[in-house]
């Protein structure tokens, strides 16, 4: 039976994304060129002059390997957003070497959502894990979603505690989407799919090689609208996405320790480099505002692309939801927060920071240092 054309241009993408030596730049230039995954594909299989392993590949693909990429794509919850996707994040596609696609097991709306990246030591002291729970809590019920690499330590912790707020948290894997590393952090990982997502730019089944683990950290800061390493030796892998977050213009805070501790020092360097000193969450939420902005102008693009004529409208259909109604009556003229909110409403926090987001985008409500208000 014929594959039908969009589940064709599908297998495509997965035959471009496991061909040896193409990597993301590789795969995003020849989907530009040619117009579309099936069309890279076919001219590679008649283009000779490429290597001889990649020209194979693309003439005749894995069909074990792609075969096993449709089971997953198959499965409930499990998405796939390549680069063309209207759905893939618009912050992500800005950074200088941004991923061929994402698999992704959860919401991919998500992805959409404000997210401040938490990261750190896999060792952490009992200190330092008691500073991202305090951080992570403190930006999910701003209204951000934390986004992590599901480490041992620091990740771990912020994970857990934007779960235990009841707001959502995006974890940015090092392996496969079918793959949990670590493995005790299997639970870990079906909560977060449960309420966030699960991110990965590697094909079902890949393993957890050294060099994706930096790769993964490019992602968790292209995601953010800034980053905060919480502790860090000097050779933690942490730095590499405090670089990666300069040199993607997202704002990088450290929190300061004890000089005595060999866990603060990479902290420390960041911020002798120019990483902003945090103390105290708001003093991250507030300089992560211009930032936040461009996740907005992104939202309201693609809302306005994919709006109705009679988008004039949408207010007062918000505002004939029950849950919407409920919200707008629970805001004032004074900004309130969203826990606030969330407590008035007697709605999850995720979802009422969604809503204000819509509501935000179509004028209705602003948002001011994490508190929001009738316009």
Known sequence: MPIESSAAETRAWFALLRAPGLGAAGVRALVERHGGAAAACAAGARDASLDAALHSALRTPDAAALAGDEAWLAGANNHFLPFTHADFPSLLRDIPDPPAALFVTGDPAVLWTPQIGVVGARSASHAGLANARAFAKAFALAGNTITSGLAEGIDGAAHAAALDAGARTVAVLGTGPDLVYPRRHRALAHAIAAS????SEFPPGTPGKPDHFPRRNRLISGL???????EAGLNSGSLIT?????????????LPGSIHNPLARGCHRLIRDGARLAETAEEVLAGLANVGALLAEGLRERIDAEAEPASAERPA??????????????????????????????????AVSSMLLMLELEGIVTAEQGRYRRV
């Open 196 to 199: 966030g997502a699960l991110v």
């Open 224 to 230: 953010s609208l800034g980053v905060l390493v919480v």
């Open 242 to 254: 405090a670089r990666c977050a300069a040199e993607q213009g997202r704002e990088v805070f450290a």
């Open 317 to 350: 259909g918000r505002a004939a939801d029950p849950e919407y109604a409920r919200l707008l009556g629970a805001l004032e003229a004074d900004p309130v927060a969203l826990d606030v909110l969330a407590a008035r409403t007697s709605l999850p926090a995720a």
